[in-house]
């Protein structure tokens, strides 16, 4: 599990809006600053294969850009499609330290890519799946590549469980203090942890990687100075692939 303080997070949203033109939430400047550091742990994929691109799956949340009935209260199931932003990738790029301006181009892509979700998008997508006739059927991140690749998939947990008043005998709140889940199983796979909409939480992330590469992707992200101070010490001895 890696930690970024709320206050870092929320600069780079600032910066990264500045740099760009384009609105970038501090959810979008999160994923991306965890892309280019991915990216640039899997590199090595890069000089045996023909890859040529890294595409980093977000889901959407298509309630609100729907409306009714998709927005009752008594509305129960998913309503989502997956934001596909993908950048170019080389072997022979430099190695560069992966500084806010760098990062920059990618939080463009990752904002444009969730906020072009109009109604008439959303349809044409949706009957894009439903219409298919293969077997098995389509998926919405059909083509990419999470093990052994350079995709990834991103996941938002931070609303799940953590506002629900659990009221547990003996403890010290109604409210969990965190809430936890399983390792992602599979490679490539990134989860922003449960974290409370008030106060300045530091954003909690856990990754999915290979172990080399996840140890990597470490050693950037630590040397780069994003990870809150404890967490320095932690990814020191970081030796397995799911944490």
């Given amino acids: 599990m890696f930690r970024i303080s709320s206050s870092t997070v929320d600069e780079l949203a600032t910066t990264f809006t500045t740099l760009t033109g384009c609105r970038v939430s501090p959810f979008m400047a999160l994923a991306a600053l965890l892309w280019a550091h991915v990216n640039r742990a899997r590199s090595p994929l890069l000089a045996p294969s023909a890859i040529a691109s890294s595409t980093m799956v977000t889901v959407v949340d298509l309630r609100t850009r729907l ?3 998709f927005t009752d209260l008594g509305y129960i199931g998913n309503c ?5 932003p993908t950048c170019q990738v080389s072997k022979d790029s430099p190695a560069h330290p992966l500084t806010a301006d760098v990062i920059a181009p990618l939080a ?3 904002s444009h890519s969730i906020r072009s979700f109009t109604r008439p998008v959303i349809e044409s997508r949706l009957a894009t799946i439903v219409s298919s006739t293969t077997s098995p059927p389509m998926t919405d991140c059909e ?3 999470f093990a052994n690749g350079l995709d990834i998939y991103i996941t938002d947990w931070r609303r799940i469980g953590i506002n629900n008043e659990w009221d547990i005998p003996g403890t010290s709140s109604s409210k969990p203090a965190v809430v936890r889940r399983a390792c992602w ?3 490539g796979g990134i989860v922003v942890l449960p974290r409370r909409a008030e106060g300045d939480e ?3 992330v856990m990754i999915s990687l290979e172990d080399g590469e996840l140890k990597a992707f470490a050693e950037e992200i630590r040397g780069g100075g994003w990870l809150v101070g404890e967490m320095e010490k932690e990814v020191e ?5 799911k944490l």
């Fill in 67 to 69: 409306g009714p009935p």
């Fill in 80 to 84: 989502v499609l997956s934001a596909k």
């Fill in 108 to 110: 463009a892509k990752v």
């Fill in 143 to 145: 083509g990419l590549t």
């Fill in 185 to 187: 199983k599979g490679e």
């Fill in 202 to 204: 530091d954003w909690e």
């Fill in 237 to 241: 001895g970081l030796g397995r692939a």
